[in-house]
């Protein structure tokens, strides 16, 4: 059984940082890709950023760029989602998201989805 579990959310001031954690476990295969979604409320859900693992290959949403950095361990199978320089804006639920099909985490249509951590930005 697939299992993506998100951890490190919490409630941070603007201009700090916050690190989120994904670890995913059940994967049979030796790749896979892993990704980050959000969701504000009211909002609809956008994509953050997505990994490719082993060869490592992220790709980013352009609005997403230059304050949040994506990296992983891959002996771990835990992918980091470092984000800094937070805004009121970018308080929402974060979404860790894997798929075996890398080109699904592309198209927006993961198979697995974690529960979800809460990321609020106080202004």
């Known amino acids: 059984e697939v299992q993506v579990v998100e951890s490190g959310g919490g409630f941070v001031h603007t201009g700090e940082s916050v690190r989120l954690s994904c670890t995913l476990s059940?994967?049979?295969?030796?790749?896979?890709?892993v990704g980050w979604f959000r969701q504000a409320p009211g909002k609809e859900r956008e994509a953050i950023a997505c990994?490719?693992?082993?060869?490592?290959?992220?790709t980013y949403t352009d609005s997403m760029k230059g304050r949040f950095t994506l990296s992983s361990d891959n002996a771990k199978k835990t992918v980091y989602l470092q984000m800094d320089n937070l805004k009121p804006e970018d308080t929402a639920i974060y979404y860790c998201v894997a798929d075996e099909d890398f080109r699904r985490l592309r198209l927006g249509v993961p198979d697995y989805w974690g529960q979800g951590t809460q990321v609020t930005v106080s202004a």
């Open positions: 059940g994967f049979t295969g030796d790749s896979w890709g």
């Open positions: 990994l490719s693992s082993p060869d490592g290959t992220t």
